[in-house]
């Protein structure tokens, strides 16, 4: 059988000795079945060579569709964008917790004694807790009582309380300012002009002001400035 410049090859037959033209032409759907060493249906019956180069162009035509369907339902890449340039009218948030605000002491209620925390608790910070009541609690109230180490609070309560100690035993007048205080200036002006130079305190040149100020509370029964104390 010829097809269109094909001529089957009909020397040598199948498994079962059949020959190209005698089975093949009718049966294509078998084609390579009974393919045998000398035998290779593809190779020697025109209608499986034709069968071969049809199911080769689908395989191509198949793979070429997967191909473009994988194309088709690839997610384009994200193309990295640029932070928004903030808007210069919009707030800046706000950090309401103020680390720098000073403690003062709740003085308008006292413990179980009627002791408040600067009469009291200033000077003995080690008893911080011991005369609670429903309306005292020195832990919330007591500046010097917030400290988180009893140990701290011995060592500075200590240490400021020899500051002061000992300036007033090596100055005669010890006298307390700050930056920018007129009264201050007018009052070492004044105990000048009398003879009795003091000692001058500037307490904004402190790092442990607070401390400082507490104590002078304590002693002078005055945390304001001009604050002077003559004599010890």
């Known amino acids: ?11 040598v037959g199948d498994s079962y000795g059949d020959t190209c033209t005698d089975y093949y032409d009718a049966n294509p759907d078998t084609c390579g079945t009974y393919d045998t060493d000398t035998f290779v249906a593809a190779d020697l019956c025109c209608a499986c060579v034709g069968l071969a180069e049809d199911v080769a162009v689908e395989e191509t035509e198949d793979v070429a569709v997967e191909e473009a369907e994988d194309v088709a339902v690839e997610e384009p890449e994200e193309v990295p964008t640029e932070d928004p340039i903030p808007d210069a009218t919009a707030p800046e948030a706000v950090d309401n917790e103020d680390t720098s605000a000073v403690c003062v002491n709740d003085d308008s209620v006292g413990d179980s004694y009627g002791d408040t925390c600067t009469d009291w608790y200033l000077s003995r910070p080690e008893t911080c807790g011991d005369y609670d009541t429903d309306e005292f609690t020195a832990a919330t109230m007591c500046c010097i009582c917030q ?20 300036l007033l035993a090596d100055n005669f007048a010890v006298f307390f300012t700050v930056n920018n205080c007129d009264y ?11 003879g009795y130079p003091s000692y001058i305190v500037d307490l904004d040149d402190l790092e442990n002001q607070e401390e400082v100020t507490q104590f002078l509370r304590q002693f002078a029964e005055n945390s304001m400035v001009p604050a002077l104390l003559i004599d010890g």
């Open 184 to 194: 201050c200036h007018y009052a070492q002006n004044y105990m000048n002009s009398i």
């Open 1 to 11: 059988m010829v097809y269109d410049g094909c001529t089957n090859d009909d020397t």
């Open 147 to 166: 400290w988180d180490d009893l140990a701290t609070q011995a060592t500075e309560f200590e240490a400021n309380q020899q500051y002061l100690v000992d």
